[in-house]
């Protein structure tokens, strides 16, 4: 009989990072147990933590590499695969330029790999035409906090959140997205902090919240700039450090002197006096923190969210030290990292710009190549249209499933189709696999070596503890074959390898080694040299990377499309505890998917007695853009007016209702606003 190995790795779901071991016997995953010692998840895991691992031995893994013949797929060897792959690449980088092709890392891969496919699509096909799912996510954030404060990550660490004396959380349903930070929140207000929860759903943590207000979907600058008057009306700003550390005030306290508390009332539905109330708790306290996600940033004005959010925290003070700060939750496992890395069109790895001649230059040494692209590339979002449009011919994507994840999927679908060529990288066939002219398969978190970042901006290891199915390989070993038979030569003895190059081109790891990784769980960024322990907290004593904090004078504007007599219901789009995106790998784990086996409408018992909905009847929702039928779910949970529906299931699409308008700024789509009806389109 042979022993039960154990194996120290980190969690694949979402963005908290959790430490599990992984526990092996007979080269099978036979359990998982909770780190003790972890910093985050201290012996606790969530629900898909302790299921982290089932769908890494399901039967539907993918085994082997596709190609797609006469509209079927047949086995073909990884030689036949790659080398199609590498000629229809090459040939259309030729004939179409190199911004005809485009390339989508994965949050849900490591940093090495995320490393490797932006070095795949730079410094070998010559196009910066490489993003991942942050642009469905953070990117409002990436490019909000970046603008105002020099650098786009949570200000603060999960720990901090004990010691709050006040956290402010809107748009985030952090138990059940983050539970390990809902769970850290829960604990800081049993210890007195005071929650004030800004949602426009009653979520669990409004329990245990002295307010919850409950604001019409995409009203959040309105409702922001009201809280900003009301401190600066009562003289509850923070004026030296207003005085020593910001630029703007001005420009921002004339643009907040319109939200009166009756105006702020009309566009959002909160109540003045309870919105007044709640901004002198935050503003009194020298202890409050925020807490954000998707609510804020999946708007068409998603940039201009997340900079109030930094406003409310620069007027008040409270940034710069412990417990206080911007944190808005990274969602996916390696999100953060799959950034850091530079897994975006526009920067290379530590956000470094690719229109600077002086970055170029140095990755073109680093690299040893030259001509390096000097425009900026095209984000996810826009690649369906421009696939229609003939721009873009070829699509490599690496774990990721836009027929499900993006925004109007006849849109998508139609772009996806418009490609003369289509590569899947993944560990299922999923929606988007069943599209393409190559599927290749890949190892998961548990069958191969790496790091990942998570939300506090801790990087940590994963480590093999399985082999991989089949002819599975690592994500990083296939791009390095590409890019080899593509005629550039990239070659790495291990992922340790690839990390030791990523620290000396990435200033914010440059002191990271797997040496140092391997001590304490990890390291959190900025850590420049060596010696350095990382960093809690950012932007200490108000020293803000870009030198001043910078306010920003913002009006509200509504959502693009509005719920008019057609279309009466606000849909506002998310996601629920057991289920993870397009549940790919959650339908294939038996205790997640017994949970929640189906799509539901979360919709008010107000609206539903209007409608003549009944409860856990089978409804049809429609929009300007499609069709679904899902369970109806009654429930006191939403706001009278507005619907939820969870965006999991490919069988009952929320993105087929969804619709494709993006921030101006960041390309993020409005996932959380859109105008829906109950019953179908074709009456
Ligand atoms: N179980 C589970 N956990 C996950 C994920 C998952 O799929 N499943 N995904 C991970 C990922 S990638 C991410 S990005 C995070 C996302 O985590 P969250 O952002 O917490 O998740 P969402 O459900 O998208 O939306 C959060 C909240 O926004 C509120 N909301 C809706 N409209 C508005 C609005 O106009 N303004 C404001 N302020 N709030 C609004 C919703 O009511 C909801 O409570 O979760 C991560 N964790
Ligand atoms: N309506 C609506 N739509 C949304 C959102 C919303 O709130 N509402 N939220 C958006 C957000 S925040 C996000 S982050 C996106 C997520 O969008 P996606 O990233 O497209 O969704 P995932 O299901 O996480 O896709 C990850 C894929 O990677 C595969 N995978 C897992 N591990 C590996 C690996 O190691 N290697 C490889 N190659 N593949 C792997 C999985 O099987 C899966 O197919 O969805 C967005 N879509
Ligand atoms: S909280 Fe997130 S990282 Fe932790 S176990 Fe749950 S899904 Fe995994
Ligand atoms: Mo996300």
Request: hydrophobic content about 35%.
């Amino acid at each position: 009989m042979s022993e039960v190995k154990q194996v120290l790795t980190t969690c694949s779901y979402c963005g908290c990072g959790c430490g599990f071991y992984l526990k092996v016997k007979d080269g099978e995953i036979i359990g998982i147990t909770p780190s003790q010692k972890h910093p985050v998840s201290q012996s606790s895991l969530c629900v898909k933590g302790w299921n982290g691992a089932e769908f890494v031995q399901h039967p539907d893994r993918l085994t082997d590499p596709l190609i797609k013949e006469n509209g079927k797929f047949r086995k073909a060897s990884w030689d036949e695969a790659l080398s199609l792959l590498v000629k229809k690449f090459s040939q259309q980088a030729k004939e179409g330029g190199p911004d005809s092709l485009a390339f989508f890392g994965s949050a849900k891969c490591s940093n090495e790999e995320n490393y490797l496919i932006m070095k795949l699509a730079r410094a070998v096909f010559k196009t910066n035409n490489v993003d991942h799912c942050a642009r469905l996510c953070h990117a409002s954030t990436v490019a909000g906090l970046a603008a105002v404060f020099g650098s786009g990550a949570m200000t603060n660490s999960i720990d901090e959140f004990l010691d709050c004396e006040v956290i402010l959380i809107t748009g985030s349903n952090t138990t059940e997205q983050h539970p390990l930070i809902g769970s850290r929140i829960i604990k800081a207000a049993k210890a007195g902090a005071t929650l004030i929860v800004v949602d426009p759903r009653k979520i669990q943590l409004t329990k245990f919240a002295k307010f919850h207000l409950k604001q019409n979907c995409g009203t959040d600058v309105a409702w922001m700039n009201g809280m900003m008057r009301v401190i600066i009306k009562e003289g509850l700003e923070d004026k030296e450090f207003i005085k020593n550390n910001t630029e703007g005030y001005e420009e921002l306290k004339k643009t907040v002197e319109k939200y009166t508390p009756e105006y702020v009332e009309k566009i959002t539905g909160i109540p003045a006096e309870e919105l007044a109330a709640a901004a002198r708790v935050f503003a009194r306290s020298r202890k409050s923190s925020i807490v954000y996600s998707m609510g804020i940033t999946q708007h068409t004005t998603g940039v201009d969210n997340v900079k109030s959010t930094a406003n409310l925290a620069m007027l008040t003070g409270n940034i710069g030290r412990p417990s206080t700060g911007v944190n808005p939750l990274r969602g996916q496992n390696n999100v953060q990292g799959a950034c850091d890395v530079g897994a975006l069109p526009n920067v290379y790895s530590g956000y470094q710009a690719v229109i600077d001649p002086k970055n170029r230059e140095k990755f073109e040494k680093a690299w040893g190549v030259s001509g390096l692209p000097d425009k900026i590339g095209v984000p996810v979002t826009m690649v369906p249209q421009l696939a229609i449009e003939g721009k873009i011919k070829a699509l490599y994507i690496m774990g990721e499933n836009p027929m499900v994840s993006e925004p109007n999927t006849a849109h998508v679908e139609k772009g996806l189709n418009a490609l003369d060529f289509l590569v899947v990288q993944d560990i299922f066939l999923t929606e988007t696999a069943a599209l393409a002219d190559v599927v290749l398969p890949a190892t998961s978190f548990a069958e191969k070596d790496g790091t990942f970042t998570s939300t506090e901006r801790r990087v940590e290891r994963i480590r093999k503890a399985v082999k991989a199915p089949g002819q599975a390989r690592e994500d990083w070993q296939i791009i390095c074959e590409i890019a080899t038979r593509a005629g550039y030569k990239m070659e790495y003895a291990s992922a340790q390898a690839i990390f030791t190059e990523l620290a000396q081109v990435t200033p914010s790891y440059h002191g990271m080694s797997y040496e140092r990784l391997e001590k304490d769980f990890g390291l959190q960024w900025p850590c420049p040299n060596l010696d350095h322990p990382g960093t809690k907290y950012l932007h200490k004593d108000g020293k803000f990377t870009r030198g001043k904090g910078l306010f920003s004078a913002i009006e509200y504007k509504p959502p693009v499309e509005m719920p008019d007599e057609e279309y009466p219901l606000v849909l506002t789009t998310g996601r629920q505890y057991f289920h993870y995106h397009t549940r790919t790998m959650t339908k294939r784990t038996s205790t997640l998917e017994r949970e929640t086996p189906e799509c539901y409408i979360e919709i008010n018992p107000l609206d539903a007695k209007k409608y003549h909905v009944r409860k856990e009847s089978l409804i049809a929702v429609s929009s300007r853009r499609g069709t679904i039928t899902v369970r109806a779910k009654v429930s006191e949970i939403i706001k009278a007016g507005t619907v939820f529906i969870p965006f999991h299931f490919a069988e009952a699409a929320a993105n087929r209702l969804t619709i494709d308008a993006f921030d101006p700024v960041a390309k993020i789509p409005e996932f959380k606003v859109c105008a829906v009806k109950i019953g179908g389109n074709n009456k």
